[in-house]
C-alpha cells in the first residue's frame, strides 16, 4: 500500500539530476538469481536513476536480477533506463498502475524470491540480505523493511490494521533507532514501498488482487491472503530503506491514482470483515499489543545482562528461555538491568523476535507497558529486588515468576564451608533471607534442579515451584574415543566455583594425572581468566581464555573434569559437554540435581585420589568411554532438550486474551 499522506521529502534526492545525461549504472549479470527486485516506474527518471545506483551500491551478499516495469512513461525514463547495464526493461505500451506493473514484472521474474521496491525509495547497506533472511524458515511467506523518511524520521515499522479495517503505520514520526522498532515482527502487513514475497506463494495466490487496480490495499490484502493459507508476514528492521513519501502518487486524494485509496479500503473490508472482526485488534487497542500481530499475551523478562549465549550455560538457557516464549505465541520484551545493548547478543534477541530494551527508555518502561502485561519474569536476586515493587505498583494483574539461576545461598554457604570464611557465611545468610523473601513475594518460583527446588520447598512449604533446567541439543556428528586426546575443563572464571575447580585440577589433580597419562595436556577455556587462572598456564596446561567456538575442544577433548567443591543449580558445563557425548567426571555437588547415575552418565568421585583414578581409568578405557558417551547423549534429549523446556513452559504459563477486543488508550 502507497504510504498515506504525510510530509513531503526534497524534489529530487542528492546527487541526481532530471536531465538526460545520467551517469551510467552497471548491475550485476546473474543467470540464476535468488532474488528478482522489480522496480515499477511512471516518470520520476530521476528518482529511478537514484533507486537503481542505490540498489547496485547496496546489495551485495546476494545473488539478484532486477526487472524495471516501465509503465508508460512519458518523460525521459527510457532513454535514462538505457544508460542501466543488465537492467531487464519491460517497456508497456499504455500506463495501467502499480498492480499491473507487478504483475508483468513478476511474470518473468526467475528468483524465488520477488522485492518489490518503489523507483521513489533509496536502499541502505546490506539491505537485500537482510529482507530474505527470514524466507530461510517455511512458514514466512512476505517480509517488509523498516521505511525511513527523508527527513530521517520513522516511516514506517510494520503497520497494524485494526478490526475496523483501517490501516497504521506503526512508528510513523518516530526514531528509527529506537528499541520498539529493531526487532522482527510477526505484522498485519508491510507497506508495498519494498516488500519480499515468496514466488511460489505470490503463484499460489495469484498476485496482487487485481480489484485494487491501479493501486492502495493490494500490500495488505496480499498479507491476508497469505496468512489464511498459513504464511506469517514478517516486519526486518535490519532491511532499511528511505522512501521519498508521496512522489510516485502525490498526497491529493481527490486526484490521480490517490483517488483509489478510499474506494479500495471499503473493497478491502468488505472482503475481509470475518477475518478483522475475529483476530484483528480493535481500534481502542493499546498499540504496545495491537502492534504485535496475532499475539494477544505479554511477557517481560528482566536480567542482568543481554544474554551473552556464546559465554555461559545460563545465558544460553535465558535465549531458548525467550525464543521457545516466542514461538509458544507470546509477545516478549527483555529489558537488561543495566540498560546496555550488548552486541551483538542484542542484534541476536532482535532477530528472533525479542524486544530488547535498552538506554533511557528501560527507566520507565515498566511503568509504561506495566498495565500491558501478563507475565513478568525476573531473574537473580538483587535484579528482582530490586524490579518488584515497581512491578506490582504498574502490573498488578500480572503473574510473577523469580527465576533463580541456582540458590545464590546455598552457593555462597557451601564456598564459606570450603573456604572457612566467617565473613562469607554472614553473606550467604544475608542473601538466604533476601531470597526467601522475594520467592515468597513472587507468584511462582523457577529453579534449575530437582535439588534446588526441594531445598526451597523445605525452606517455604507451599510454595509453588517449577523446575526449568539450562537447555543443551544433543550433537549427533561428534567424535568417537580414538579421534579424542586430552582433557577439558569450561567455566566463566569469575564465577568463584569455576576458578576454585579449575585451580584444584591443575594444582591439586593434573600431576598425579599426567604422572600416569604421559603427553596428555589439561586445556582450561573459557571467559573472564582470573590472574590466578592465568597463572596456572604452562607448556601442558593450556588456559585459551574466552573462545567463539567451543565446539573443536568438545569434539576433540577425551574427558571432561569438573572437580567443583562447591556451587548449585544445575551445572551448565556438565551438560554442555554430555551433549557433545564428552564423558565426564565431577564430584556429587558437580552432579546435584542433574539425575546423573554414576557408571552410567558420568564417573563421580569426591576424594582428590578418586578423582585421578576416574579420569584415568576413563581415559584409557575405550568401552567404558563408549558407553558413557552414548548415556550421555541420551541423558540430554531425555531430559534437557528445547522440547523438553517448550513442554515444561507450556504447562505452567498464564493464559490471557485480555486484549482482542479490548478497551484502551489507543496510543503510545
Known sequence: MPASPGPRGPELPEGATSQAGYRPIALPRCDSPRATIIIPVFNKSAYTHACLEAVSK??????????VVDDASTDDSPEMLDQVLNARVIRKERNEGFVEACHAGAAGARGDALVFLNNDTLVRDGWLEQLLKPLELDDVGIVGAKLIASDGRLQEAGAIVFSDGTPFQYGRGGDPDAARFNFIRDVSYCSGACLA????????????????????????????????????????????????????????????????????????????????????????????????????????????????????????????????????????????DNLQASQPYTHRLQQDGIEVIHGPAGLSYISEVGPNLDLVVLARPEVADRHLPLVRRHAPQAEVWYDTIDLHYVREAR??????????????????????????RCDHSIVVTDAD????QREIPGLRISVIPTIHEAQEDTAGYPDREHLLFVGHYQHPPNEDAAVVLAEHLFPSIRARLPGVKLYLVGNGPTERILQLSSDDIIVTGWVDDLSPFLRGCRVFVAPLRFGSGMKGKIAQSMSY???????????????????????IADPAADIVDAVVTLYEDPQLWATLSNNSMEHVRRHWSPSVLRRSLQAILPASNRYRHAEGVAAE
Do not use: C
Open 58 to 67: 547496496n546489495s551485495n551478499g546476494v545473488d539478484y536480477e532486477v526487472i
Open 197 to 336: 514475497v515468496r514466488k511460489t506463494l505470490w503463484e499460489k495466490l495469484g498476485g496482487f488482487d487485481r480489484r485494487y487496480s491501479p493501486a492502495y490495499y493490494e500490500d495488505a490484502d496480499l498479507a491476508m491472503a497469505a496468512r489464511k493459507h498459513g504464511y506469517r508476514v514478517i516486519y526486518q528492521p535490519r532491511a532499511e530503506v528511505v522512501h521519498h513519501e508521496g512522489i510516485s502518487h502525490g498526497t491529493d486524494l481527490t486526484r490521480g491514482v490517490k483517488r483509489f485509496q478510499g474506494r479500495n479500503h471499503v473493497t478491502f473490508r468488505e472482503k475481509w470483515s470475518r477475518v478483522l472482526e475475529s483476530d484483528h485488534p480493535s481500534p481502542e487497542t493499546p498499540l504496545d499489543m495491537a502492534r504485535w500481530s496475532g499475539r494477544t499475551r505479554r511477557a517481560l523478562v528482566v536480567d542482568n545482562i543481554v544474554p551473552t549465549d556464546d559465554r555461559d550455560a545460563g545465558s544460553l538457557r535465558r535465549r531458548y528461555f525467550l525464543t521457545l516464549l516466542s514461538e509458544l505465541g507470546w509477545a516478549v520484551s527483555f529489558l537488561p
Open 415 to 440: 564456598q564459606a564451608e570450603v573456604t572457612q570464611s566467617w565473613e562469607l557465611r554472614q553473606t550467604a545468610e544475608t542473601t538466604r533471607q533476601l531470597e526467601l523473601s522475594i520467592a515468597s
Open 453 to 456: 527446588k526441594a531445598t526451597l
Open 581 to 603: 557425548g564428552l564423558p565426564v567426571v565431577s564430584t556429587s555437588i558437580g552432579a546435584e540435581g542433574m539425575r546423573l547415575e554414576p557408571g552410567r552418565h558420568a564417573l
